[in-house]
């Protein structure tokens, strides 16, 4: 097998590998943490500033479980300070497990024979869509396989049926994907089919360990999947979200290449990413792990906070694929968006599976809460549920960029759109226990409003939902 990594010719300076493995290890192996950098870095990242490699290096390297302590303390001060306390709510629709890759980690790999193909067909995509509707459900994120079915049209295709399934009050308002790399053309293709995030994940920033993991196919090609966000941009998707599997490599060499990433962003498109994932690997059909990278969850729940205090305005995604207990702690330290209610078997919510069956989906999930489970555990804990997608329908992009850096944003828009999306779901979709808890924290959080003007008109929509209004945003 040719582990060499195939070439391809870059239309643009500005999408070059921008990724150094000697930068990466230099920072990691020649920082060390003392008390003093640790505590002055976390002021730093509390001042609302972005932290440099070598700065988070400094948080990577910390053993010392008080000073580890302290990173956590930093990450949950600043969520508190700066985000408040909505969490984002989303699902993930999974439309075809063909694929022409052959990722070692994964159940949809192309050599496992054992895995069940299926696209879904128009009409069983609609159940789907019908299924997560009568959830409650507003964001999706599609995910696709990568195969020549699987084309830019395909996609917009799919995104735009998903866009018109309307049941009841439901509707899908903001449809995400996760999708191979395209070239700019493809990309223009499913940002004219109104996609929110263009999501795609590195897997591991580390070549060796890449050529490793991706065999055949085109994912073997690590430079044109590392600057597949750059084509989305020239495409003008500017909306894009980054990640990593970890597992495959080092974690301390991926966090710190994922903040490069970032680095990368800003320097040529004034803008950050808008969200960044961190995928632990999980169980899968026939696959067998290697335990050599596995992240503990110590070192987990670690990651997480320090990639908060890293890139303080980037949105924070945390799956199904952690179970309960490991999301409620790290949404202390900063996730902003989750998924509830998950099934990613292929069809699995018109079919209502309960057990999940590896050979149909591609990989173990560890939480199959519902949606509503989930939504009572974060109204129980104080947290805001919301489904909000005004920023992006009305053009604001870099939402979370604007929640950080504008004043008072997150007070006049998200916190009262999430309220706004809560009641809808409470009028709609919630049991009555739900119901009364969810209006108790609305009165709650209304109580943290002085302006007295603004509050009444959050109030006047709020009774609008009350009555049978829907889609009502700041
Ligand atoms: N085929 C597209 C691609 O590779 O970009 C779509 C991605 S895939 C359907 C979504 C993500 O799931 C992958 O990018 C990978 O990070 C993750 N994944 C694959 N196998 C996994 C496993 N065993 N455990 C956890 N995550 C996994
Ligand atoms: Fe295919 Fe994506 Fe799975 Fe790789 S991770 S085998 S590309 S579905």
């Known amino acids: 097998m040719n582990y060499e990594p195939q070439t391809y010719a870059f239309p643009d300076e500005a999408m070059k590998p921008f990724i150094s493995e000697d930068e990466i290890w230099d920072a990691i192996e020649n920082t060390s943490s003392d008390t003093e950098s640790v505590r002055m870095i976390i002021k730093k990242s509390l001042s609302k500033k972005r932290l440099s490699l070598k700065e988070t290096a400094i948080l990577v390297n910390a053993t010392d479980p008080e000073l580890i302590e302290e990173i956590k303390q930093g990450a949950r001060q600043l969520k508190e300070n700066v985000y408040g306390n909505r969490i984002v709510l989303f699902a993930p629709l999974y439309v075809g497990n063909l694929c022409t890759n052959n990722c070692e980690y994964c159940g949809f790999r192309t050599s496992n024979k054992d895995q069940k193909r299926t696209t879904l067909k128009h009409d069983e995509l609609i159940e789907e ?87 055949s196919g085109m994912k073997r090609n690590y430079d044109y999947r590392l600057t597949a966000l750059d084509r989305a941009q020239e495409a003008g998707i500017d909306d894009v979200g980054i990640g990593a599997l970890f597992g495959l490599y080092d974690w301390r060499f991926e966090a710190l290449a994922l903040v490069r990433h970032v680095n990368h962003f800003e320097a040529v498109y004034n803008v950050g990413p808008h969200t960044i994932s961190f995928p632990r690997i999980k169980k899968a059909s026939n696959v067998e792990l290697d335990e050599q990278y596995l992240v503990s969850d110590e070192d987990f ?9 890293a ?25 902003s968006q989750i998924d509830g209610g998950t099934k990613i078997e292929m069809k699995a919510y018109s079919e209502n599976n309960e057990e999940q069956d590896l050979n149909s989906e591609q990989f173990e999930i560890n939480d199959d809460r519902s949606l509503n489970e989930v939504m009572d555990e974060l109204i129980d804990t104080g947290y805001i549920p919301s489904f909000c997608t005004a920023c992006y329908r009305v053009g604001r992009t870099g939402e979370h960029f604007m929640e950080f850096s504008v004043p008072g944003f997150i007070k ?4 009262p759109n999430a309220l706004l999306t809560l009641a809808e ?9 739900t119901r009364i808890n969810g209006y108790k924290l609305i009165e709650d959080s209304l109580k943290d409003y002085e302006d007295e003007r603004f509050k009444t008109k959050l109030v006047d929509r709020l009774e609008k939902v009350k009555v049978g209004e829907r889609d009502l945003y700041f």
């Open 301 to 309: 729940t670690k990651l997480v906070a320090i990639l908060r205090l």
């Open 311 to 335: 890139v303080p305005y980037t949105g924070l995604i945390l799956t199904a694929r952690e179970p309960a207990h490991i999301r409620e702690e790290v949404l202390k330290y900063g996730v």
């Open 412 to 415: 006049r828009y998200c916190t």
């Open 425 to 433: 779901y409470l009028e709609d979709y919630a049991p009555e226990k």
């Open 129 to 215: 869509v019908k299924m997560l509707e009568d959830a409650g459900q507003k964001r999706l994120i599609l995910v696709y396989g990568e195969h020549p079915k699987y084309n830019p049209e395909f996609i917009a295709d799919s995104v735009r049926t998903v866009y018109k399934v309307k049941k009841g009050n439901g509707e899908i308002r903001r449809v995400n994907i996760n999708a191979a790399p395209m070239d700019i053309e493809g990309f223009r293709t499913v940002k004219e089919a109104g996609i929110g995030t263009y999501q795609v994940f590195q897997e591991t920033y580390h070549r060796e360990a890449y050529s490793r993991y991706h065999t």
